[in-house]
């Protein structure tokens, strides 16, 4: 509400009228309104493509992790839009960690092939891990996620398997820095536009009844674990790209993998960009990233960090940053005579 | 070898049933699945160390202090996060997870690391039990763990906030209908929860060290004893922490103390195939769960 010589105005807001019927459909009749809707998908796909020719190195090194862990939580996002909350989506990571370098060490397969390998790999063995738990629902599914990367953990620990808590040294990086980066930052791209396209579809509704009501769902005659199952194969294998990828970035595998950083980070990301949309959890990991890079100074609390803004946007912004630009994008607002 | 082996299963099986009342009673009462658990826990073993060693509180104080301190940082956790989001099951965990993480990080980030951080013992000396010897401090784990149990057991049966907990767990509308103030209630419940794991950490981590890695472990074994026992179910929690503190307990003298962890695991996964419900849990319970 403001006041301007003596006349009261008050601020309207409207929907852009090529919006029809539900929230993503949309009547196009002029160039103007596709140039409307493609302008923010050019720009994330230009922009992220333009981006690494103006950084220096570190600057691609942090945009790499950005990209893994938007990645990742674009996986969790995923899956909390089938109704599994997942606490461990280090499990992913690490899974996928190990097969890439395992198979490199032991067999010296180049990473070309150990990645897709992983990738593939990781995600049948996370969906046969997390078989027996896709009956659970909310808390217990969350409470089995939380325990399998800290159990893997102990089993490298116990059983000094892999290497055990030395972990494996000296793998081969890849080809090179740009490859590394434009390989991750595609992937984003590809899975990015993949998963929204995805929950569209007929499967994807499925999969979101299956979150809003998986007895009624059940009920209809479909096999809620089946599609469950293939959720978790289409998460895992992401998480575990993410894992595989990063063991030759960083010429590296060990415990690490399995760390709570991977799991919480990619809640936070989508708990602070918005979850659902994918967009939103992927500006969440940049955002995230971003911040505890310049926080770098302050040290180990960047896990701290994560949670503090985890609480905060849960409790205070629960629709995250990526619905309400949305929603801004969507509306004209305009000032209008408050008739008396 | 093996008379010693019963006895430390037991006091094992204590320790389990002690860490997981908490965790149980604000899971039944208020439906929220509290993961800031181990935290709380971890919480409760620092504040009492800073109290007694670096202002120099009598221990005993010390203890009554840091458990208030604790049921009330529970109690505020509720009220300020967790009402907010009442019913909206993922977010509370998630929430809870997170409060538990920034506890344990804090102090890992403080600089809370080490040999040092141990609390004193209650009683010192140790015990021949037939060829065994068991120190002190570990029968009084098991006697503190029946005593609180069966103080439990009177305070949810015969007192007014303890059947009003009941009540609201029980059904929720009625129990407001009678006046009760079911956010109240569920607000001391998770302040009573906290104050348990304090309780637990004051008996328990007499015997090692405080760490932060601890409290996730308290977190996992709580979950684990719940599930199996039919989460809400405080006779659940009884036999099923003496199930998995033996075979724990085994699996420590067979394969090494490494592999307990995955005991745990097991358990659940175990429990959820033969029976998803846990060991007694009720109709009601499956709905919610599968």
Redesign the interface.
């Known amino acids: 509400m403001k006041t301007d010589a003596g006349t009261k105005y008050r601020k309207e807001r409207i929907d852009r009228g090529i919006k029809a019927r539900a929230e993503d459909i949309f009547a196009l009749s002029s160039l103007q309104e596709m140039l409307y809707l493609l302008a923010p998908r050019a720009i994330l796909v230009l922009g992220l493509l333009i981006l690494p020719l103006y950084l220096g190195m570190y600057g691609k090194k942090v945009l790499i992790n950005t990209a893994i862990f938007a990645l990742l939580a674009m996986s969790w996002d995923f899956l909390?839009s089938v109704g599994m909350?997942s606490?461990g989506q280090a499990l992913f990571f690490g899974v996928g960690a190990y097969i890439a370098g395992i198979l490199h060490d032991s067999l010296k397969w180049s990473p070309l092939l150990t990645i897709p390998i992983a990738t593939l790999g990781g995600g049948v063995i996370c969906s046969v891990l997390l078989a027996?738990?896709l009956?659970?629902?909310?808390?217990?599914f969350?409470?089995?996620t939380?325990?399998?990367p800290?159990?893997f953990v102990?089993?490298i620990?116990?059983?000094r398997i892999f290497g055990g808590t030395e972990g494996i040294h000296g793998l081969t990086s890849l080809p090179s820095v740009w490859f590394e980066l434009y390989l991750s930052l595609a992937m984003v791209i590809a899975v990015l536009f993949f998963f929204r396209r995805l929950i569209n579809t007929d499967y994807g509704l499925v999969l979101s009844g299956i979150r809003d009501n998986d007895q009624s769902v059940l009920r209809s005659g479909i096999n809620i674990y089946w599609y469950k199952m293939q959720a978790v194969f289409m998460a895992s294998a992401i998480g575990a790209f993410a894992g595989a990828f990063m063991t030759h970035a960083y010429m590296f595998v060990g415990m690490p993998a399995f760390e709570?950083d991977y799991s919480?980070l990619p809640?936070?990301a989508g708990?602070v960009g918005g979850t659902g949309t994918f967009a939103g959890s992927m500006l969440g990991a940049f955002i995230l990233v971003t911040l505890s890079e310049i926080l770098r100074g302050v040290?180990?609390?960047r896990?701290?960090f994560y949670?503090?803004l985890?609480?905060i946007f849960?409790?205070v912004v629960?629709e995250g940053i990526f619905h309400y630009l949305q929603r801004k994008y969507h509306q004209f607002e305009r000032w209008v005579k408050v008739e008396e | 070898m093996f008379q010693g082996m019963l006895i430390y299963g037991l006091i094992n099986s204590v320790i389990l049933a002690l860490v997981t009342l908490g965790f149980n009673l604000t899971f039944g009462i208020s439906g929220v699945?509290n993961?800031a658990h181990g935290g709380l826990y971890i919480l409760a073993g620092y504040t009492i160390w800073i109290l007694f060693n670096l202002l120099k509180i009598p221990y005993l104080v010390a203890v009554v202090l840091s458990i208030l301190l604790t049921a009330f940082i529970g109690g505020l956790m509720y009220r300020?996060?967790l009402l907010?989001?009442r019913g909206?099951?993922?977010?509370e965990?998630?929430?809870s997870?997170?409060?538990g993480?920034?506890i344990l990080?804090?102090f890992?980030?403080a600089g809370f690391i080490g040999f040092e951080y141990t609390l004193p013992v209650f009683i010192s000396g140790s015990v021949p039990i037939g060829e065994t010897l068991v120190d002190a401090q570990r029968l009084f784990i098991v006697g503190i763990g029946m005593a609180l149990a069966i103080f439990l057991w009177i305070f949810t049966h015969h007192t007014k906030t303890g059947l009003a907990f009941r009540g609201i767990a029980q059904e929720e509308r009625t129990a407001l209908v009678l006046g009760i103030n079911s956010d109240k209630m569920a607000t001391l419940s998770m302040a009573f929860g906290a104050g348990l794991a304090a309780i637990a950490a004051v008996v328990i981590l007499p015997l090692g060290i405080i760490a932060g890695e601890g409290g996730?472990t308290v977190?996992?074994n709580a979950?684990?004893v719940c599930?199996v026992g039919g989460?809400g179910s405080p006779g659940g929690v009884v036999v099923a922490s003496f199930i998995i503190g033996y075979a724990q307990t085994f699996t420590a003298t067979y394969l090494?103390s490494?592999?307990t962890?995955?005991v745990?695991?097991l358990a659940?996964?175990l429990i959820?195939?033969i029976k998803?419900s846990g060991l007694y849990g009720k109709q009601k319970e499956i709905e919610?769960?599968?």
Do not use: Q
């Open positions: 909390f909350v606490l027996p738990i009956r659970l629902r909310g808390v217990y969350a409470m089995v939380l325990a399998l800290l159990m102990r089993i620990e116990a059983t709570l919480i809640i936070a708990v040290g180990g609390v896990i701290v949670s503090v985890l609480v849960i409790v629960p | 699945a993961f300020f996060i907010r989001l909206l099951t993922n977010s965990v998630i929430a997870l997170a409060v993480v920034i990080e804090m890992r980030f996730y977190l996992l979950v684990a599930i989460l090494g490494h592999w962890m995955i745990s695991l659940i996964i959820l195939v998803p919610e769960k599968v």
